[in-house]
C-alpha cells in the first residue's frame, strides 16, 4: 500500500499473508515497512494504513497479524501497543550476506 497525496508519498506499508502449519494451518499477516512521511505523522495516516491493511487480512482469512519493530523506536512501539499489538516473541536476526 502507498498512501499519496497530491501525487507526493506520504506513507508506505506492506502486508503478506502466509499460510502455515502452526494454528491448525492458519493464514496469517504479516506488516512490514510501516512507513509515514515525518510532515504527515499524528494525523491518523499511520492508523488508516494499518486498519486497511488488518480489514484486508480480515477478509482473506488470515486469523492473526503480526510485525516487528526495531526495539529502538519507542514511539512505533507506542503506537502498535495503542492498536492492540501485544508484544509475544523476541525476534533473531541472521545476516547473509
Not at 8 to 34: D, F, K, N
Not at 71 to 88: C, K, N, T
Request: proline letters at 1%; aromatic letters at 4%.
Amino acid at each position: 500500500m502507498v498512501a499519496d497525496l497530491g501525487g507526493e508519498v506520504v506513507g508506505t506499508l506492506q502486508l503478506t499473508l502466509i499460510s502455515g502449519l502452526s494454528r491448525r494451518a492458519a493464514t496469517r499477516a504479516q506488516i512490514e515497512a510501516v512507513r509515514v512521511r515525518e510532515d504527515q505523522r499524528g494525523g491518523g495516516l499511520g492508523r488508516a494504513l494499518l486498519e486497511w491493511a488488518l480489514d484486508q487480512a480480515r477478509q482473506r482469512g488470515a486469523v492473526l497479524a503480526q510485525l516487528t519493530t526495531d526495539v529502538r523506536r519507542v514511539d512505533a512501539l507506542r503506537f502498535y501497543e495503542r492498536l492492540g499489538f501485544q508484544a509475544s516473541h523476541h525476534g533473531l536476526k541472521l545476516p547473509l550476506i
